[in-house]
């Protein structure tokens, strides 16, 4: 994981606005809305690794730094760590800018388990190629 100044290299997974629909009456983002976001990250890196259909199997370590606000600009940053036969770890972090500013902060981090699945919905090897694209 980087530091809580400094994104991670490289673009992120998904970038998305946090949303007034996506609030608590306070105005924060709801930690279930932003796990989703972390969730569709790691999902995207998951698929890319995998050549195909995966799924969620576990989220490990989930750790909220700072709050999310309306109107936020939130990049999700996922990386391959670890693979087995036919899963994958990922680690996410999620990352906040206002909407007027340009500093960043890191605001979610949190590891996710994959697990690469076939037509029939079961668990399959995963390629030897593509391990780190």
């Not at 036969?85 to 800018?97: D, L």
């Not at 590891?111 to 090897?125: C, I, K, W, Y």
Request: net charge neutral.
């Amino acid at each position: 994981m980087t530091d809580s100044t400094t994104p991670p290299a490289g673009e992120p997974a998904i970038r998305t606005i946090a949303m007034p629909a996506d609030a608590n009456p306070a105005g924060d983002i709801f930690g279930g809305w932003l796990m989703a976001q972390m969730d569709l990250a790691a999902g995207n890196v998951a698929a890319r690794r995998a050549r195909g259909r995966c799924v969620t199997v576990a989220v490990d370590q989930i750790i909220f730094h700072s709050p999310v606000y309306v109107g936020d600009e939130v990049s999700l940053y996922a990386n391959v760590t670890k693979t087995g036969r036919t899963s994958m770890t990922i680690a996410v972090e999620a990352w906040r800018r206002s909407r007027d500013g340009d500093d960043r902060v890191r605001v979610t981090q949190a590891t996710f388990t994959f697990v690469a699945l076939d037509q029939g919905r079961r668990p399959r090897v995963l390629p030897s190629v593509g391990l780190d694209d």
